[in-house]
């Protein structure tokens, strides 16, 4: 089983920034992604950003050249920079991350997730 714990989270002010952590811990054999996703007030559940085994980054449009995703492989932590934040950024962001347990066999976790809030 694998466990994944945000933390970062909290209120700030229109045009701050915030850095969200997640540390993924249990039966890893390896880790292919990491990410965060999402989910504000009435909405479904979007990509943020991920990072992949090899460095590869994806990213939200909506978030494009004010977040930037990173990694520590040998901690299996992932981080997420959020910069110029907007009130539309306000949601609770949930870390993921997609692994092997073992040689041929694949999973993914979805942590409990962290409350972002942007306010004035």
């Known amino acids: 089983q694998v466990q994944l714990v945000e933390s970062g989270g909290g209120l700030v002010q229109p045009g701050g920034s915030l850095r969200l952590s997640c540390a993924a811990s249990?039966?890893?054999?390896?880790?292919?992604?990491m990410g965060w996703y999402r989910q504000g007030p009435g909405k479904e559940r979007e990509l943020v950003a991920t990072i992949s085994s090899d460095g590869a980054t994806k990213y939200g449009d909506s978030v494009k050249g004010r977040f930037t995703i990173s990694r520590e492989a040998a901690k299996n932590t992932v981080y997420l920079q959020m910069g110029s934040l907007k009130p539309e950024d306000t949601a609770v962001y949930y870390c993921?991350?997609?692994?092997?347990?073992?040689?041929?066999?694949?999973?993914?976790?979805w942590g409990q997730g962290t409350q972002v809030t942007v306010s004035s």
């Open positions: 993921y991350t997609e692994f092997a347990v073992r040689i041929g066999k694949r999973s993914s976790s």
């Open positions: 249990g039966s890893i054999f390896s880790i292919n992604v």
